[in-house]
């Protein structure tokens, strides 16, 4: 009876009062969501993007001064407006990466200084909608009924996403 009293009280103790001695904290498992976390190399190869970039140089139109005396009136400067000068477009260099997930993939553009989301294509059936957190983080979802995935492409010390796949929204 004693060893019995024992056994149970041990494995009480193991079971009950372990878990609260030791520093790690608790795991809590949903079934419906899966985390997954990616950390990107090379980039994948992609067709550069121009974007138009604001022109530097701008021209005025100044007087000259006049050789010929004019007795009593003054030389009169007509000043032709000049055109502006069209945006000179700019190649996007950003590494380009393509993030998959069980709704789709999006492909994204990555700095250090801005993140941006080029392309998405969603699986048939999925509708596609993001949102800018800063400068360094967009979150896109990809949902249809039953399951929506969530990629949030961000920079910390290089490319990286987690992509969360809900299956009980």
Known sequence: MTV???????FGVRLGVAPTLTADPPVAIDANRRYTELRFGDPEPAATTTLPTP???TSKARPTPSHTK???THPTVSRTPSASPSPTPTVDRRPRYRVPADGGSILVAYSSTRVDVVDAD???GYAVSAARRSDTIVVVRLATFGHAS???AYWNG???AQVMED???
């Open 4 to 10: 019995t009293a024992v056994t149970v009280t041990w």
């Open 55 to 57: 022109a530097t140089t």
């Open 70 to 72: 004019a007795p009593t």
């Open 122 to 124: 969603p699986e048939p």
């Open 150 to 152: 969530t990629i949030t």
């Open 158 to 160: 290089g490319p990286a």
């Open 167 to 169: 299956y009980g929204s």
